[in-house]
């Protein structure tokens, strides 16, 4: 069964997507044709807010690439969205444990990422 994909930042659009299931509620990042929590196939692809709270934080010094040399340093950060499900994407280098923050779209070695930064209050 499917539902349609939400267009999202893996196929080039400023979108961050998941999967809701239809049966139990749980979210999930990582697209597969049923839910990992209850098994069910009643999912749909939902676009996130991009708001969220900082889980983890990994500052990048060293670039594995020529490509991605020129955005040293950049951090990699865990984040926990609104939504519920948690997903590795960039983020400012000032950015600690526990912030809350939303998202913009930014290009990386070539295409275009999520790009968490801290919460305006
Ligand atoms: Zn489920």
């Given at each position: 069964?499917?539902?349609?994909?939400?267009?999202?930042?893996?196929?080039?659009?400023?979108?961050?997507?998941?999967?809701?299931?239809?049966?139990?509620?749980?979210?999930?990042?990582?697209?597969?044709?049923?839910?990992?929590?209850?098994?069910?196939?009643?999912?749909?692809?939902?676009?996130?807010?991009?708001?969220?709270?900082?889980?983890?934080?990994?500052?990048?010094?060293?670039?594995?690439?020529?490509?991605?040399?020129?955005?040293?340093?950049?951090?990699i950060?865990l984040?926990?969205?609104?939504?519920?499900?948690?997903m590795m994407a960039?983020?400012?280098?000032?950015?600690?444990?526990?912030?809350?923050?939303?998202?913009?779209?930014?290009?990386?070695?070539?295409?275009?990422?999520?790009?968490?930064?801290?919460?305006?209050?």
């Open positions: 069964m499917t539902h349609g994909s939400c267009p999202d930042w893996i196929s080039g659009h400023e979108a961050i997507a998941y999967q809701l299931c239809g049966s139990c509620g749980q979210s999930q990042y990582f697209r597969r044709a049923f839910c990992a929590a209850c098994g069910s196939t009643d999912i749909a692809d939902k676009r996130a807010s991009g708001e969220g709270t900082v889980y983890a934080t990994s500052l990048v010094c060293r670039a594995a690439t020529e490509e991605t040399r020129v955005h040293l340093p950049y951090n950060v984040v926990d969205t609104a939504e519920g499900f948690r960039h983020g400012d280098v000032k950015l600690a444990i526990g912030d809350r923050v939303t998202v913009r779209f930014e290009r990386f070695a070539g295409r275009v990422v999520p790009y968490f930064e801290k919460e305006a209050f």
